[in-house]
């Protein structure tokens, strides 16, 4: 396998995905392979139109290098198998088996992928005083506390450091 680190440029990632691809699979990779900064819940994907791979720069960093790998065998089990006019969807028994077969991620752990923005406001229920907390502001009028159907009131405007 690749003994260096993880990639840092395209031109690094598409050394590392043809040895995978040669490796593991017996198979030439010929198309383009990329880092896509925008993708934001998963680790990689196949694109069907133009057969090219892209990658989660953030998912690999925070994954690590033996994670990566794996997820770079599963955009290829699409890549090889979708060339090859077999079934490369999820579903596909031809993809649940080479993925097996050669070792690679079923899912990828994306919990760690989520960048939430914290809570801007607090709302206080009137009559219940139970706390609301949300990302976004709430139209008062329209809802109520979900635990006694009281009515909300703005209670702060939580002040984000950043």
Do not use: W
């Amino acid at each position: 396998m690749h003994s260096g680190g993880l990639p840092k440029c395209d031109d690094e990632l598409r050394r590392l995905v043809e040895i995978v691809s040669t490796q593991d699979f017996g198979r030439p990779f010929l198309h383009r392979c990329r880092f896509n900064p925008r993708l934001r819940t998963s680790g990689g994907r196949y694109l069907l139109s133009s057969h090219d791979l892209e990658f989660n720069p953030h998912y690999m960093k925070t994954a690590g290098y033996s994670v990566f790998i794996g997820t770079i065998r599963h955009e290829l089990c699409h890549y090889h198998l979708h060339l090859a006019g077999r079934g490369y969807r999820h579903r596909d028994q031809d993809f649940k088996h080479l993925l097996e077969q050669v070792g690679g991620a079923r899912y990828a752990d994306t919990g760690h992928l989520r960048r939430s923005l914290p809570a801007r406001y607090e709302y206080v229920c009137t009559s219940c005083q139970r706390i609301y907390r949300r990302k976004r502001q709430l139209n008062i009028r329209r809802y109520v506390c979900g635990v006694c159907h009281g009515k909300l009131k703005l209670a702060a405007t939580l002040i984000i450091s950043s």
